[in-house]
Structures are given as C-alpha cells and as structure tokens.
C-alpha cells in the first residue's frame, strides 16, 4: 500500500501568502520598516515609559559562576546582530569569488563609488561636529542600509535597469567592509589580548578545518559561539567575530554538475524501478536508500557557504534585522524641537546621509569615468545614477548600530537617532520618486551610458 499523499495541507494553506510576501525582494524592507514604525510609537504612547524600561530587562545566561548578564538590548545589539554580520561576512565573501567583486576590471567603478560615498558623509559630520562631545559619531552618515535600498529598488520592478541594482548591491557590500573596518578600528573598546589570541587561534582552527575539508555546519557553529565569546572578553566588538567566521565556511563543493546529474540520475531510476514493482517509499529500503543518496547529493553539489547563506537570510531579513530596529529605532519625538532639529550631530547625520552621498559618489563616480579608470555600465545614464545617490542616503540598521557604538546611552544617540529617522525615510521617498519618473521617461534596458 502507497504512503498517502497530502499535496496541499491545510497548514500550506494558510502559510501560503506569508510565503509569497517572503519570496518578494522588497519584503525584508517592509517588515524592517514596520518594526521601525511599531518602535516610534511605542517610545511616543502614554505608555511610553515601558520602551526603554522593556529592552533594559536583564537576562542572565551561564553555567555556574561564569556566565552573561546583559540587557535586553544589549543581547540584541552585541547577540543576535553577530548573525546579521555573519551573513554580511558570507555575501562579502561569494562576491569576492564569484559576483561583482571578483573582477579586478568592474571592481574599480563601485569601489571608488563607495569609497566617496564613505568618505564625504564623515567629512561633512565632522567639520559640523568637530571639537564637541558628539565628533567621536563621524562613522554615523557612512553606511548604505542595503535591504531598504534594494528594497525601493525591488519597488520599482523594471523602471530602473538591473545593471542599476546590481551597482548598487555592490556599493552597498563594498560599503559594509568599510563600516566593519571602521567599527573594529574606530569603536572598539580597550583589547584584552589574552581572550583576543584565543579568538584568533580558534579562526585559524577553523580555516584549518576547512582546508582539511569538515564541511559539518555544527562544527563551524560550536567553534564560532567559542569565538564570539572570545571576542566578547577581548573587548573587540562581538559582531566583528561573525564577519571573521564568515571567512572561514568553505565556499567549494564535492560534486560537480556532471557527477552531481549522474548520481541523481541513478537515483531516480532506482526509485522509479523500485515504484514500478509496487514498493511503498515507507517500507521499501532500495526506495529509502536513493532517496538519501539524491538528498546526500545535493548536500555534495552544495558550497556549506551558500546552504548557510541561504538558511539564514530569512531569519536576518524578517526576524533579526526588524528585533534590532524594534529595540533601537524607539525615539522620544517630543524631544523635537528646533533645538534638536539644529544640534550638531542631527545636522551632521542628515546631512552626511543626504547630501554626502550625493555629493560623494555623483563626484568620485564622474572622476573614475573621466581619467578612464572604469565606465558606466551599459543601461545605467548619469540620471539613474543620481537618483541611486538618494537611495544610498537610508542608513538605518548601520547607521543606528554605530551611533549606538558611539554615544551608548547618552543623550547624544538620541539627536543621532533622530538625524537618521529624518533623513533615511526622506531619502528613500525622493530616490523612488526621481528613479521611477526617469523610468517612465525611457526605457529600464537598452540605453547607452554616456562615456
């Protein structure tokens, strides 16, 4: 007797549009956003007191008398965000092999791009705040937050061209090897080199470990909390660790596309003879065994890199990035006043963040095109490029972590806070409005870039 076949569960039923609201590209924006917005309004309710006193909740975790003791937020910010630059570390790394890095020849134009994109916000942040309490947040303005760009991009489907978005991507990735280098160098705290040595030599056992070829995810999960904790102790900032571990998940397979369609080949055949003579897939062990030799091969065709990379993008998109806007995006708007619209790190955020990025990559851009060191690739027109400027302004989730890095609980994250909350949203809305009235004007495809 056949297994019973449920093709359709009532359960796939009713998860079914939660699924197709994930399979769209602007999604994880749109949950980020919401979270943001559920955040504001929580810290402005009447009940408003509960935000902060909420996400100061101690929560203690260990084995005896060794252990951690931290806030809510600060479980989030220093635990969970470690995830979020573990899958950084693994996007950085596939395109360093295989994506818009990894050709010395088309590297030039988004690196150069970033770099002013990097560069001028800090400068504009500093020269407003230089000599005041607030000069050490400069690093604030510097980050693109990558699933909002892609996000108003995502929104615009074809209006905009796809050499556009695929720019754009690596700016954004480009950009955040920036704002880890800045982090790790500029807003660490003072290194125990002891717990710092161990963190490094745990590294190397990985990357050992991968040469060696151990592809077990469990081992490059068990040493990489043995890492983080490492990091926790040295003073170097946790989040730093998840990038390093990214580094050191293989990124190659066992199987090759031939070998792979030939296993499975032999595979199916021995399922479709075994069905043939009436086997039921429950009890039949020649049916059982193709099958776990067809699953052992995908696993073989498979880099651990892009199984991991592809396993935890969901629950950084719609779970962990939105928590951390949830805990850090809570501000008090009826400290907005004009005071506070004029104080020298608002100003330097929302000016860094808007016209920075313009300013930055519209300059750094022109000149890479102009000495011929790289050229526009074909579709994107100076206009497209100028609107994506604006896109790059939304600094939310990096700009919120280093403004936390930078003035921990003072009041100077507060006018940080409120510098980005003003010019990411507007940034965004002017970036899809000027993007999608270009591409209305002319065709997304097919035109020539000015050389």
Request: charge should be positive; proline fraction near 5%.
């Amino acid at each position: 007797m056949s297994p019973r076949v449920v093709p359709n569960p009532p359960i796939r039923r009713v998860l079914r549009p939660i699924r197709e609201f994930g399979r769209v590209q602007a999604s994880g924006g749109i949950v980020l956003l919401a979270c943001s917005v559920v955040a504001i309004l929580w810290a402005n309710a009447p009940f408003g007191h509960t935000y902060e006193e909420f996400w100061h909740t101690k929560l203690s975790i260990g084995v005896g008398s060794a252990g951690i003791s931290w806030d809510l937020r600060h479980w989030i910010n220093d635990g969970l965000m470690v995830i979020f630059f573990l899958v950084v570390g693994l996007e950085i790394k596939r395109e360093f092999l295989v994506g818009e890095l990894a050709d010395r020849r088309r590297v030039a134009l988004p690196l150069l791009a970033a770099l002013g994109g990097m560069v001028v916000p800090a400068a504009i942040y500093w020269l407003i705040n230089r000599g005041t309490p607030g000069e050490i947040g400069w690093g604030i303005p510097m980050s693109i937050d990558i699933a909002f760009a892609l996000g108003v991009l995502a929104l615009l489907g074809n209006r905009v061209p796809l050499a556009l978005r695929v720019l754009v991507t690596a700016v954004a990735i480009i950009d955040d090897i920036g704002a880890i280098l800045v982090i790790a160098v500029f807003y660490t705290a003072r290194i125990d080199l002891s717990a710092a040595a161990v963190g490094i030599a745990l590294l190397l056992l990985l990357a050992a470990a991968n040469r060696a070829g151990v592809r077990s995810p469990l081992v490059y999960g068990a040493v990489g909390i043995l890492v983080w904790l490492a990091f926790v102790r040295s003073g170097i900032h946790a989040t730093i660790a998840g990038v390093l571990l990214a580094f050191t998940i293989p990124a190659w397979v066992r199987l090759d596309t031939g070998s792979f369609l030939a296993r499975a080949r032999t595979s199916l055949e021995r399922v479709e003879d075994a069905a043939r003579q009436g086997g039921s897939v429950l009890t039949d062990q020649v049916q059982q065994h193709a099958l776990q030799d067809l699953e052992t091969s995908c696993e073989r065709a498979q880099a651990p890199l892009q199984r991991l990379e592809h396993t935890l993008h969901p629950w950084v998109s719609f779970a962990i990035v939105p928590v951390f806007a949830l805990a850090n995006a809570g501000t008090n708007l009826g400290t907005l006043t004009a005071e506070m619209l004029l104080h020298p790190v608002t100003l330097g955020v929302v000016l860094g963040l808007i016209l920075g990025n313009q300013i930055g990559i519209m300059a750094f851009t022109w000149a890479t095109v102009r000495l011929r060191i790289a050229v526009l690739p074909p579709g994107i027109t100076w206009a497209h490029l100028y609107g994506a400027t604006w896109v790059a302004g939304i600094g939310f989730t990096m700009s919120l972590f280093i403004a936390n890095l930078a003035f921990g609980e003072e009041a100077l994250l507060q006018a940080a806070k409120m510098g980005i909350l003003i010019a990411s949203p507007f940034c965004g809305v002017v970036g899809y409005l000027l993007l999608g009235r270009i591409g209305r004007r002319r065709p997304a495809t097919g035109v020539a870039a000015p050389a």
